[in-house]
């Protein structure tokens, strides 16, 4: 069974730190792997996909790398803001068809 | 665009009841999803359609769920009867169909039902 997990669950960090969410994926055999962002009480926005040919995908102040073959992504925010606070979530599709398996999130809350 | 339009955007009923969740897709996008999302189970694929059609029903979890798409632009998801157990957000989100797509899966703002 292809499985997703993120490490931490929760995080509370105070503002301006650098900080890493980790999304570990069970089959190395990826088609994409993508982070969403979820705000509460709202649907999941699309922030950065990597497609399994390449290593790292950046946007702003975030960076996602990849690592097939430990099965492995890291979402990297860098100078965290309190806007930053949501729930990150960690969803790969794999070959078969264009289904996504997320991930259970990272809850992330920056403090002023 | 606007998006995909669900409707509605809080359901509460009564056990037993019959509960239609309905969805817009993203106008041209071939594909359209359907997630249930609770905090014990987290976010969960029941079906998806391409170009209107069914192809994995296999996350439905049982007879009580069923999902139709008449047309490109409207798929509904129905639970007769609905049990205390349904209660979730359910997610509708549609992606199109490009061979090495780089595309993502764009989300509605989900139905949160709330059955009693």
């Known amino acids: 069974k292809q499985e997703v997990t993120q490490i931490p669950a929760a995080l509370s960090v105070p503002e301006g730190e650098n900080l890493v969410l980790n999304c570990s994926f069970t089959d190395s055999a990826i088609y994409n792997l993508q982070w969403f962002r979820q705000d509460p009480g709202k649907g999941l926005t699309s922030l950065l996909l990597?497609?399994?040919?390449?290593r790292e995908q950046t946007s702003g102040r975030l960076n996602a790398s990849l690592d097939k073959s430990s099965g492995r992504s890291t979402l990297y925010i860098a100078a965290s803001q309190p806007g930053d606070s949501a729930t990150y979530l960690c969803a790969v599709r794999y070959n078969a068809g264009n289904m996504l398996t997320f991930g259970g999130g990272t809850r992330l809350m920056v403090k002023p | 665009d606007a998006g995909v339009i669900q409707s509605p955007r809080h359901e509460v009923t009564e056990m037993g009841q019959e509960v239609t969740l309905r969805c817009k897709p993203i106008?041209?996008?071939?594909?359209l999803f359907w997630y249930r999302q609770t905090m014990m189970r987290g976010l969960e694929l029941l079906i998806y359609f391409n170009n209107n059609v069914p192809i994995d029903d296999s996350g439905m979890p049982e007879d009580r769920f069923s999902a139709k798409m008449p047309n490109a632009s409207f798929s509904t998801l129905k639970i007769q009867p609905s049990e205390p157990r349904d209660s979730a957000v359910y997610f509708c989100?549609?992606?199109?169909?490009?061979?090495?797509?780089?595309?993502?899966?764009?989300f509605g703002p989900g139905t949160r039902l709330t059955v009693l």
């Open positions: 990597i497609q399994s040919s390449q």
């Open positions: 106008s041209g996008h071939d594909y």
């Open positions: 989100a549609s992606s199109l169909d490009r061979q090495g797509s780089t595309d993502t899966q764009y």
